[in-house]
């Protein structure tokens, strides 16, 4: 299972949820990354395309974000739109960090629930402060006159990683 947790504001949010199974095509694309030949895979995942580039000669099935399931790591992906990308840029078999996981309450939330908050603070984050936690908040233009617009909700100008919250 794959356990997400992020700041919205002010809370902390956590979801859990099965690691995801991918519809992998294996397709005759080559690229090298880190001086490994990588093999092209592609496939349809929560509302995007994705072309990724794994490499066999490191017998690891995982990858960067929730990606995994193919015969090696996956060391490259990107959207079909060019929105998200990921490309490994080091290797390191001996990590001297640890998993961190905050000790701090956690509203357990689906993802869906999740992505709903996420998307209601991005939209209008003054108004998501004011309603989740009591506080106000005052938005004044340059001569200290009050700006009722910054309570307006905002077009966002990039989109999610994963598009299909919507539907569900």
């Excluded at 080091?90 to 357990?108: A, G, Q």
């Excluded at 106000?136 to 966002?156: H, I, R």
Aim: overall charge negative; aromatic content about 16%.
């Amino acid at each position: 299972k794959f356990t997400h947790s992020e700041k919205i504001c002010v809370d902390w949010f956590k979801y859990e949820e099965p690691a995801p199974e991918f519809e992998w095509e294996l397709v005759d694309s080559v690229t090298t990354v880190l001086g490994y030949e990588c093999k092209g895979a592609r496939c349809s995942f929560r509302g995007r395309e994705w072309m990724v580039y794994y490499c066999e000669e490191i017998p690891v099935m995982d990858g960067p974000w929730k990606f995994h399931g193919l015969p090696g790591l996956i060391m490259a992906a990107r959207d079909a739109n060019k929105e998200y990308a990921f490309e490994c840029i080091s290797i390191n078999s001996h990590s001297s960090r640890d998993i961190t996981v905050y000790d701090v309450p956690y509203n357990n939330a689906t993802r869906k629930k999740f992505y709903d908050t996420l998307h209601r603070y991005d939209t209008n984050p003054f108004s998501y402060y004011q309603t989740t936690t009591g506080g106000s908040v005052t938005v004044t233009d340059e001569a200290g006159n009050p700006d009722l617009t910054a309570f307006d909700p905002m077009e966002l100008d990039y989109d999610y990683i994963e598009r299909d919250w919507r539907e569900k």
